[in-house]
């Protein structure tokens, strides 16, 4: 149930982001999801692949600064409440969330990626709520 999720520090300039797309395309990394959050100067874009590992290695052998981060994915109904509901469960169990970035996709589903402090925590108040988690194959096959 754990995801693999690279956090690579990009800084804030032109190419950039497609320098780091077109290293991972050269080396056959596909891109399941990912998010940008940004500053001034710099940026922190989120990545899930299927070759965590691999987009690890050849990103740091170009300089980019890589750290790779476990997360957990959540599968709820795409209807106004299911994001709040999910999110009391976590809260009424005292996990905090440090991010999170979501999409819906066609099928009334949305998915949300989370970072928390306790993952394996989260994990198994999800799953005791009878809430729907991402595989990490699932996800990589998005």
């Known amino acids: 149930m754990i995801i693999k999720q690279l956090s690579v520090f990009l800084e804030n300039r032109a190419g950039r982001l497609t320098e780091l797309t077109g290293i991972l395309a050269e080396n056959d990394i596909n891109i399941s999801a990912f998010s940008i959050a940004d500053t001034t100067d710099f940026g922190i874009l989120r990545v899930i692949t299927g070759k965590p590992e691999l987009a690890e290695k050849v990103l740091k052998e170009q300089g980019f600064a890589v ?49 928390t402090d306790t993952p394996q925590k989260a994990i198994e108040v999800l799953q005791l709520h009878k809430m729907e988690l991402l595989k990490a194959g699932d996800v990589y096959q998005i």
Request: glycine content about 8%.
């Open 67 to 115: 750290k790779i981060t476990d997360v957990i994915g959540m599968i709820m109904p795409n209807k106004p409440g299911s994001l709040h509901h999910a999110l009391q469960i976590l809260t009424d169990n005292g996990i905090s969330i440090e991010y999170m970035y979501a999409f819906a996709s066609g099928d009334d589903r949305a998915s949300a990626v989370i970072r």
